[in-house]
């Protein structure tokens, strides 16, 4: 069996190397360079506080693998479980997270319903009096995705997957029934008994060439590294104000890594063509956000670096993963999920080619035909 996988992100990479774990032919193709993308501009967050089955099964099902990461790849990634907090402004968001933690809690986390003093107990510099309500879970944190990336490759390259960059997919060809056969390249058709969309930004125009229309769309989010006026400690969790927007965790020696999305205007991107800078006005609105709540970014603090991404998005910000027309699995749309969920997600996929079905996870939910019924799955409430 040979399987292309295209798409060379950590998605891409995680389902290569459980392909190849199965002892599968594996081409992985890459238009660019391996974690050249969305994977290189992730904050690296692992979580298990979501606000739907599918998506805390998901988690649940890649903590292994991020736990014991440089055990099993021979490379240390950073992966620290400093834990997330979640703060909740209003009373309905304040439900929503009670709600969560109870679900997380039955598919087996660890997740804690907060008061707004206790959330300070675990970060002291943020101010209680904004919020109503928190929720904090002990398993989560975050990790490098470059480093992880490095760490996918190296052992693809001991299981002889054949990793070619600067390859973009041009075309997949179906047989007469209906099945993948082949793709093409600038160079070379290559023929293949299937094919993983892990193409990130790029999903929905890989899925159109075998007439899939999927409602997967890039969405820019925003990135600082920031040296604030009083240092992170670097055991304080990843913090999200959920009812504005904004994040901000620990980095390296007292610096911050400060994100989120504001609401307004959400334009869908070219991904062969977008602005990969954070932007002044951005930049002065998530510094003044973060400077409300908490004691870390005054007046003194300093931007280091920043830049802008591409969020895979779907309407519900879940993601696709289903063999949508014989050979041709979908992994993508994770809507900033990506990282975390890769480990999971490469395990299914492999499952789906080799035997037929997934077993890991119930990944019914993640089915395209979700889109076109009034049944389809609730929303991701919990997204940063």
């Known amino acids: ?206 899925a159109a060439m075998v007439d899939v229309d999927l409602p997967i769309v890039p969405r820019r989010r925003r990135v600082l590294v920031v040296e604030p006026e009083l240092p992170v400690p670097e055991d304080a969790p990843l913090v999200i104000d959920l009812d504005t927007g904004l994040y901000f965790r620990p980095e390296r020696a007292g610096d911050a890594l400060v994100g989120g999305h504001f609401g307004g205007a959400d334009p869908v991107q070219n991904p062969d063509d977008y602005d990969e800078e954070p932007g002044l006005d951005w930049t002065l609105r998530a510094l003044e956000r973060a400077s409300e709540w908490t004691d870390y970014f005054g007046d003194r603090t300093r931007v280091k670096r920043g830049w802008a991404g591409l969020y895979a998005v779907t309407p519900d910000h879940h993601p696709v993963v289903e063999e949508v027309v014989p050979g041709f699995v979908v992994a993508a749309g994770f809507s900033g999920h990506g990282f975390q969920h890769a480990p999971a997600t490469g395990r299914i996929v492999a499952e789906i080619a080799c035997d037929g079905k997934a077993s890991l996870v119930d990944i019914d939910p993640l089915r395209s035909r979700r889109f076109e019924t009034d049944d389809g799955l609730r929303d991701e409430r919990n997204v940063a």
């Open 1 to 206: 069996m040979h399987v292309v996988v295209v798409g060379g992100g950590i998605v891409g990479l995680s389902c290569a190397y459980s392909l190849a774990e199965r002892g599968v032919r594996v081409t992985l193709c890459e238009q660019g360079r391996l974690g050249g993308e969305s994977t290189q501009r992730a904050a690296g967050g692992i979580r298990t506080q979501f606000s739907t089955r599918v998506n805390v099964d998901l988690s649940l099902a890649s903590l292994d693998v991020w736990a014991d990461f440089e055990g099993t790849f021979g490379v240390d990634i950073g992966h620290r479980r400093t834990g997330y907090l979640l703060l909740a402004r209003e009373a309905s968001t304040a439900a929503n997270l009670r709600e969560d933690v109870s679900l997380q809690n039955e598919r087996g986390g660890e997740s804690r319903y907060l008061d707004p003093a206790q959330a300070t107990d675990l970060a002291a510099g943020i101010h209680d009096e904004p919020f109503v309500a928190a929720a904090y879970s002990p398993l989560d944190g975050f990790a490098d995705p470059n480093l992880a990336t490095q760490g996918y490759v190296q052992a693809l390259d001991r299981r002889n997957v054949e990793l070619r960059t600067r390859t973009p997919v041009t075309d997949v060809l179906l047989d007469g029934n209906g099945a993948v056969r082949a793709v093409e390249t600038p160079d070379e058709r290559i023929p293949a008994d299937a094919v993983v969309d892990a193409a990130g930004a790029w999903a929905g125009r890989l």
